[in-house]
């Protein structure tokens, strides 16, 4: 079993930044690919940004891409989405997620292991 925490949401004003974490316990993250994903009031949740196991490769939804940054930092167990010049449509709760897959994580929402609780980013216009 993996327990994914994400913290670091909040409020902030159009163009600002969030850093936000995701920290696991129970085992170690580096057999697993990870990512952010987020959930809009009335919308589906959607897929935002992706790392494989090592960092090595990453993958954006096309709305942030070149705002986001994905990392991790398995020797702290943590992952973490860097946003940027943040927009009122990025208002959402962001839940990190954890497989053994990377293709799971990119395309297979449905099928991804594990999901933290989530934590709410609101952007204000």
């Known amino acids: 079993q993996v327990q994914l925490v994400e913290s670091g949401g909040g409020l902030v004003q159009t163009g600002g930044a969030l850093r936000l974490s995701c920290a696991a316990s129970g085992r170690t993250l580096s057999s697993y690919a990870m990512g952010w994903f987020r959930q809009a009031p009335g919308k589906e949740r959607e897929f935002v940004a992706a790392?494989?196991?090592?960092?090595?490769?990453?993958y954006y939804a096309d709305s942030v891409k070149g705002r986001f940054t994905i990392s991790r930092d398995n020797a702290k167990n943590t992952v973490y989405l860097q946003m940027n010049s943040l927009k009122f449509e990025d208002t959402a709760v962001y839940y990190c997620?954890?497989?053994?897959?990377?293709?799971?994580?990119?395309?297979?929402?449905?099928?991804?292991?594990?999901w933290g609780q989530g934590t709410q980013v609101t952007v204000s216009s």
């Open positions: 997620a954890a497989d053994r897959s990377i293709v799971v994580v990119t395309t297979h929402l449905a099928s991804i292991d594990y």
């Open positions: 790392i494989n196991w090592s960092g090595g490769s990453t």
